[in-house]
């Protein structure tokens, strides 16, 4: 698999959902066209720009200046960085901020941030009069490459993550790369945990390019937009297919399970940022698939070796303050996983690996297996 050395124009990958499908626009300073592709898209549209204190600081003023340009008006409200946004109080507030702006059904809300502005601006664009559009403009790596496509939108519930919610699709998303050259190289690097997924899970070709190529994605070069691209086809084929989660769409869950434990555990604090918890997750769907003798322990390990490569924990004991604080026992593991939506009639559905490149959906997974599995990697 090769990728152009030089940027070029914008990549469009459409997302094919008959009268809902939609593209993702990827490219550097693709965000100076948002007003003009907004305008082109809806005629005559008012909008409301949803965004947090820090993306508002380096995002919202170049956003508005793109849509003023093109004569649409706008407005928009400013929450709180961060998990502690996707509640009930985020949503009074958004809510609230955008029938107060008169967003009415035919305008638009835009999503301006990371994942927690995605899913709560988009979770109230679905509820507001019953259905209002939205637009994504992703500025993290993780919102880029996952949270910003497929629809899935909501706020946590004080019992669990992501437990309020429902699908509702963007009608355009805007991934502007350089957007990213502004994170914090932790905060990109746990972006790039769900990028490694897709190659895990569906793409062992493109998960030998990223072994190889990943220096250039961190750095700004053209490898970054070809792997932003790629990531996305990967999910747009899998959501056009099951945009609901009835079936394949759940392989996108692949490190999860365990990831949103460990997230839980850890007080979805600073310890432990979502795409750390997705990397550890996956290291640990890979070696407990090879436990249960499906995936050989050389993939599982190959697995770990580029993530780790990359500086993402991949063990239990990389969580910030292991040795000091520990982390929960394997039953509190459990029980956590438990309380996640991927659980059915007490049976946990995991994503497991029977290589690098095919990942299956099992429905049946025991829990003493899991548990004893836990245990043992609690106390390596
Ligand atoms: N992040 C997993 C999905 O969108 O299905």
Same mark, same amino acid.
């Given at each position: 698999?090769?990728? +152009?050395l030089?940027?070029?124009d914008?990549?469009?990958?459409d /997302?094919?959902?008959?009268d809902?499908?939609?593209?993702i626009?990827i490219g550097r300073?693709?965000?100076?066209t948002?007003?003009a592709?907004?305008?082109a898209?809806r005629p005559?549209v008012?909008t409301?720009?949803v965004?947090d204190?820090?993306?508002?600081?380096?995002?919202?003023?170049p956003? @508005?200046a793109s849509l003023?340009?093109?004569?649409? +008006?706008?407005s928009h409200?400013i929450v709180?960085?961060?998990?502690?946004?996707k509640?009930?109080?985020?949503?009074e507030k958004?809510s609230?901020?955008?029938?107060?702006?008169?967003?009415?059904?035919?305008?638009l809300?835009?999503a301006?941030?990371?994942?927690? /502005?995605g899913?709560?601006?988009?979770?109230?664009?679905a509820?507001?009069?019953?259905?209002v559009d939205?637009?994504?403009?992703?500025?993290?790596?993780l919102?880029q490459?996952?949270?910003?496509?497929?629809?899935?939108?909501?706020i946590?519930?004080?019992?669990g993550?992501?437990?309020?919610?429902?699908f509702?699709q963007?009608v355009?998303?805007?991934?502007?790369?350089?957007v990213l050259?502004?994170l914090?190289?932790?905060q990109f690097?746990?972006?790039?945990?769900?990028?490694?997924?897709?190659?895990?899970?569906?793409?062992e070709?493109?998960?030998?390019?990223?072994?190889?190529?990943?220096?250039?994605?961190?750095?700004?070069?053209?490898?970054?937009?070809?792997?932003i691209a790629?990531?996305?086809?990967?999910?747009?084929a899998?959501v056009s297919r099951?945009?609901?989660e009835?079936?394949?769409?759940?392989?996108?869950?692949?490190?999860h399970?365990?990831?949103?434990?460990l997230?839980?555990?850890?007080g979805?604090?600073?310890?432990?940022?979502?795409?750390e918890?997705?990397?550890?997750g996956? /290291?640990?769907?890979?070696?407990?698939?090879?436990?249960?003798?499906?995936?050989?322990p050389?993939?599982?390990?190959r697995?770990?070796r580029?993530?780790?490569s990359?500086?993402l924990?991949?063990?239990? @004991?990389d969580?910030?303050?292991?040795?000091?604080?520990?982390?929960?026992?394997?039953?509190t593991?459990?029980?956590?996983?438990?309380?996640?939506?991927k659980v059915?009639r007490?049976?946990?559905?995991?994503i497991?690996?029977?290589?690098?490149?095919?990942a299956?959906i099992?429905n049946d997974?025991?829990?003493a297996? /899991?548990?004893?599995?836990?245990?043992?990697?609690?106390s390596e």
């Amino acid at each position: 698999m090769t990728a +152009p050395l030089k940027h070029s124009d914008p990549i469009t990958v459409d /997302v094919a959902l008959g009268d809902r499908a939609y593209d993702i626009v990827i490219g550097r300073d693709v965000l100076q066209t948002l007003g003009a592709r907004i305008a082109a898209l809806r005629p005559g549209v008012r909008t409301a720009i949803v965004t947090d204190r820090t993306v508002a600081k380096h995002w919202l003023e170049p956003a @508005q200046a793109s849509l003023a340009a093109a004569g649409i +008006p706008t407005s928009h409200v400013i929450v709180e960085e961060g998990e502690g946004s996707k509640t009930y109080a985020g949503l009074e507030k958004v809510s609230e901020a955008l029938i107060a702006a008169k967003i009415e059904r035919n305008d638009l809300v835009i999503a301006l941030g990371g994942g927690v /502005v995605g899913d709560l601006a988009g979770f109230a664009a679905a509820i507001l009069r019953r259905g209002v559009d939205f637009v994504q403009v992703p500025t993290s790596l993780l919102a880029q490459v996952d949270s910003s496509v497929g629809g899935k939108t909501g706020i946590n519930s004080p019992q669990g993550k992501n437990l309020l919610g429902a699908f509702h699709q963007p009608v355009l998303v805007i991934a502007d790369t350089s957007v990213l050259d502004s994170l914090s190289p932790r905060q990109f690097r746990s972006g790039y945990a769900e990028v490694a997924k897709y190659g895990v899970l569906g793409d062992e070709a493109f998960f030998a390019w990223l072994e190889t190529n990943h220096s250039g994605i961190f750095s700004g070069s053209a490898a970054r937009e070809h792997a932003i691209a790629t990531s996305c086809r990967a999910k747009a084929a899998i959501v056009s297919r099951d945009e609901r989660e009835t079936g394949e769409r759940a392989l996108l869950n692949l490190g999860h399970t365990f990831g949103h434990a460990l997230e839980a555990a850890t007080g979805f604090s600073d310890r432990l940022f979502h795409g750390e918890g997705v990397a550890i997750g996956t /290291v640990l769907a890979a070696e407990f698939s090879a436990s249960l003798g499906m995936i050989s322990p050389a993939d599982a390990a190959r697995v770990e070796r580029h993530l780790a490569s990359v500086g993402l924990p991949t063990r239990l @004991q990389d969580i910030a303050g292991f040795a000091q604080e520990g982390l929960a026992d394997a039953d509190t593991l459990m029980a956590l996983m438990a309380q996640d939506k991927k659980v059915k009639r007490g049976k946990l559905t995991f994503i497991l690996l029977e290589v690098v490149g095919r990942a299956v959906i099992a429905n049946d997974v025991e829990p003493a297996s /899991v548990h004893a599995f836990l245990q043992q990697k609690l106390s390596e």
